[in-house]
């Protein structure tokens, strides 16, 4: 009787221990994307959870990024589950606990055995249909020390109409503007839209490089809910201003103005000297000139190589004539002097 007891004792406990073989024990769940447009970061893809008991609920959470030119549809993502169970129970009587010293567990009872098990859990997400802003062009670069206008153009690359959209840059040090907001209105899928933005950069601490600027995109959807864009950068170039008024160029400006002006004294006063040397010869000239024009006809008859040549050079040169030039007598008769005369008048 005492062993039917021990023996029911014994078949309860076996009873109670199998009651665990509903639990789920080390459980490694990995999440997998079928598409490169969704990515779970790889030391994020696998959880692990020590047990969950039948009835209970236990959440893990995955990280994924979703690329901002995916498509609007639903998805499939894959949760391979793997995870062991109690399989068997095997019980002891007592007294016959050899087998058991071994693991140190000289108390224990029973004995268990697992088995292993994965499953796949479709998880199914959708993408919605949503704009979607990208820089598509930057014109203009900065200066140190000046105001530049930057255009920067916005283009809706997603699938569906950004309603009251107005754009923002976000600056820091060494650049300024009085204005960093630009309204863009309503963009529709494929449209691009360019604003201006007058960005002032401090000329005490900038630097000769391209600057990363943060912009994003305020706008409403088709629900009319409030929406933020993903961040973009804009990315103009800073070029250094020429400061003309360094100490070394007002110098420079100075010495040449004095260079200048020494030059130009001295043409002065050398046009002086040499006015005063010609003068006599300008009005020798003029009045060989007077002298000789009135009886050019006279002279007609003269041969050109005998006579010519030099009162034309003694009219241009002004000068005294030659020795070996010596005046000439005209015989004239009278028909001819009738009309010398009258061409003289």
């Not at 998880?123 to 820089?135: A, G, N």
């Amino acid at each position: 009787m005492n062993d039917l007891n021990a023996l029911v004792n014994l078949s309860m406990k076996e009873m109670s221990y199998e009651a665990d073989r509903v639990n789920a024990l080390s459980i490694y769940a990995e999440l997998v994307s079928p598409t490169t447009l969704i990515e779970i970061p790889s030391d994020a893809e696998i959880c692990y959870v020590s047990s969950v008991p039948m009835g209970s609920l236990s959440v893990i959470s995955f990280p994924v990024n979703i690329d901002k030119k995916i498509p609007a549809g639903n998805y499939t993502l894959n949760l391979v589950v793997d995870y062991q169970f109690i399989n068997n129970v095997l019980m002891y009587k007592a007294g016959n606990k050899t087998e058991l010293t071994t693991t140190f567990l000289t108390d224990a009872d029973h004995t268990v055995e697992y088995a292993d098990r994965s499953v796949i859990i479709p998880i199914e997400i959708r993408i919605k249909e949503s704009p979607v802003f990208e820089v598509t062009n930057v014109d203009g670069n900065l200066v140190s020390g000046k105001t530049s206008r930057i255009d920067v153009t916005y283009s809706n690359t997603g699938d569906a109409v950004a309603h009251d959209a107005e754009a923002k840059i976000s600056l820091m040090n060494p650049l300024s503007s009085d204005s960093v907001r630009a309204y863009l209105g309503d963009v529709a899928p494929g449209e691009s839209v360019t604003v201006s933005y007058n960005i002032t950069a401090d000329k005490s601490s900038s630097i000769e490089k391209t600057y990363g600027i943060s912009s994003d995109i305020r706008y409403y959807d088709d629900n009319g809910d409030l929406k933020m864009s993903s961040s973009m950068r804009v990315n103009p170039e800073m070029t250094l201003g020429k400061d003309y008024f360094t100490p070394k160029n007002v110098v420079l400006v100075l010495a040449a103005f004095c260079i200048l002006y020494i030059a130009v004294v001295g043409i002065k006063k050398a046009a002086g000297r040499k006015k005063g040397r010609s003068g006599g010869k300008k009005e020798q000239r003029s009045f060989f000139l007077m002298c000789f024009i009135p009886h050019l006809h006279k002279i007609r008859q003269i041969r050109f190589s005998d006579r010519i040549i030099p009162l034309i050079y003694i009219a241009c040169r002004g000068r005294k004539r030659p020795q070996y030039w010596t005046p000439v007598s005209y015989n004239l008769t009278p028909e001819q002097s009738d009309n010398s005369n009258h061409m003289t008048a």
